[in-house]
């Protein structure tokens, strides 16, 4: 018999997601882009939201989801919420993103101390993090995940061909 409760997860993960098929998340501007897609049709730039995007082997998306909603200067997470439906999915490897609703894409020092401890997290159960992305309507942050290479862009000085659709 079917994991009824996994396929109804998967399925919503799916079904909400952006339109992200033969998408490879393989550099920071195209998971700020995928996050950036996501506040856009289901979110609000009003308040920090926490994403988890699953990605397959490929670093393909295969689920989505909304950890946390937050005020308009924090969002309350914990590994467990964010690891839960990547374990759920079949996830081989995450990337983590939230906003920042004050337009500065910054990260904080707890957001640094967070994606420090996700990232471990991930090492230990054995699904990685590839990145935690900061986003604003109009720039991006990327911490680095696992790496720690930082990188930070403005969203709307790249040309269209260049991003998702």
Same mark, same amino acid.
């Given at each position: 018999m079917p994991n009824t409760q996994n396929y109804r997860l998967r399925r919503y993960m799916f079904n909400a997601a952006p339109k992200v098929q033969d998408v490879t998340v393989d550099t920071p501007l195209v998971a700020a882009e995928i996050t950036r897609q996501w506040i856009d049709r289901?979110? /609000?730039? /009003?308040?920090?939201t926490f994403l988890m995007i699953g990605l397959n082997a490929r670093h393909e998306p295969i689920v989505f989801d909304e950890v946390a909603v937050g005020t308009l200067n924090s969002c309350l997470v914990h590994p467990r919420e964010i690891f839960r439906p990547a374990i759920a999915g079949g996830c081989y490897a995450i990337l983590i993103a939230h906003t920042h609703p004050s337009g500065d894409a910054t990260p904080s020092t707890d957001d640094r101390v967070l +994606?420090?401890? !996700?990232s471990e997290a991930g090492q230990l159960i054995g699904i990685p993090v590839v990145d935690h992305v900061v986003v604003t309507p109009s720039t991006f942050h990327s911490c680095g995940? =696992? +790496?720690g290479d930082a990188t930070e862009? $403005?969203? $709307? /000085? !790249?040309? =269209? =061909?260049?991003t998702p659709s």
């Amino acid at each position: 018999m079917p994991n009824t409760q996994n396929y109804r997860l998967r399925r919503y993960m799916f079904n909400a997601a952006p339109k992200v098929q033969d998408v490879t998340v393989d550099t920071p501007l195209v998971a700020a882009e995928i996050t950036r897609q996501w506040i856009d049709r289901h979110g /609000s730039w /009003s308040k920090e939201t926490f994403l988890m995007i699953g990605l397959n082997a490929r670093h393909e998306p295969i689920v989505f989801d909304e950890v946390a909603v937050g005020t308009l200067n924090s969002c309350l997470v914990h590994p467990r919420e964010i690891f839960r439906p990547a374990i759920a999915g079949g996830c081989y490897a995450i990337l983590i993103a939230h906003t920042h609703p004050s337009g500065d894409a910054t990260p904080s020092t707890d957001d640094r101390v967070l +994606t420090r401890r !996700i990232s471990e997290a991930g090492q230990l159960i054995g699904i990685p993090v590839v990145d935690h992305v900061v986003v604003t309507p109009s720039t991006f942050h990327s911490c680095g995940g =696992a +790496t720690g290479d930082a990188t930070e862009q $403005d969203l $709307d /000085s !790249i040309p =269209a =061909a260049e991003t998702p659709s």
